[in-house]
């Protein structure tokens, strides 16, 4: 009968082989946006209205102001836009005048008059300025390692190099159009009731429910092709 110690010694050199590979450092990266993290914080964009004694209507550079910075809000604003009047000081009755002003040339630029909130401050001793401000976030891109730092030919854990997918990163800070979105998604619009309605009556009755598509947009999709 064979003696099956050689067979032993071959299986344990084998295992001995297999548990000589070095393993990755560290944990493996799921993705280029967890290695090159956007940093989003909120911050507030901020005008100040200079009100004058005795002033009793807003000038054309204020309300040239005032729609500019309406429609920022509307683009890129999150919460209240806060409308701040200085009180206890000696122009706190033109303040009071100019607010109610200030507030009705936001909302005929388009912003909702409930989205307005009226406080006010202490103004005592000086002109204090009308304050609207609202809330709204930036986005600061990830430094990116140069790659002249780098061995992109050498990866000995085989990992991604240092600055792998960042410029992606930086460009998608940049572009954002507004930075909450990287925090969390919009609320979807409701949806067209009468529409989908329309759409169930026909899929009942045995009808198409598709839009019908006219002889003209048929021969210039066809033009379009050729």
């Not at 993705?31 to 002033?55: C, L």
């Not at 999150?78 to 040339?105: K, Q, Y």
């Not at 061995?151 to 992606?168: E, K, R, V, Y």
Request: proline share 6%; aromatic share 4%.
């Amino acid at each position: 009968m064979k003696s099956r110690l050689p067979l032993l010694l071959l299986s344990v050199s084998a295992l001995t082989a297999c548990a000589s590979v070095p393993t990755p450092e560290g944990p493996p990266v799921s993705s280029a946006a967890d290695r090159h993290r956007i940093e989003v914080t909120q911050t507030a964009e901020r005008i100040e209205i200079p009100v004058a004694n005795g002033e009793v209507a807003l000038s054309a550079e204020a309300r040239s102001t005032l729609r500019t910075f309406a429609g920022n809000y509307l683009r890129y604003g999150h919460g209240a836009l806060v409308l701040s009047s200085p009180s206890g000081g000696a122009n706190s009755d033109s303040a009071s005048v100019l607010a109610h002003e200030t507030r009705m040339a936001l909302v005929d630029s388009g912003v909702s008059y409930a989205a307005v909130a009226g406080s006010t401050y202490d103004g005592s001793g000086a002109e204090a300025p009308i304050i609207v401000s609202f809330a709204r976030f930036e986005a600061q891109a990830p430094e990116c390692a140069p790659l002249w730092e780098q061995d992109l030919a050498h990866q000995s854990n085989n990992q991604p190099w240092a600055s792998f997918g960042c410029a992606t990163q930086a460009n998608l800070a940049a572009l954002v159009e507004d930075p909450a979105d990287l925090l969390r998604p919009r609320n979807m619009d409701p949806r067209d009731g009468d529409r989908r309605d329309t759409v169930m009556d026909a899929y009942r009755a045995g009808e198409q429910t598709h839009a019908t598509r006219s002889d003209d947009e048929r021969v210039t999709l066809s033009n379009a092709v050729n």
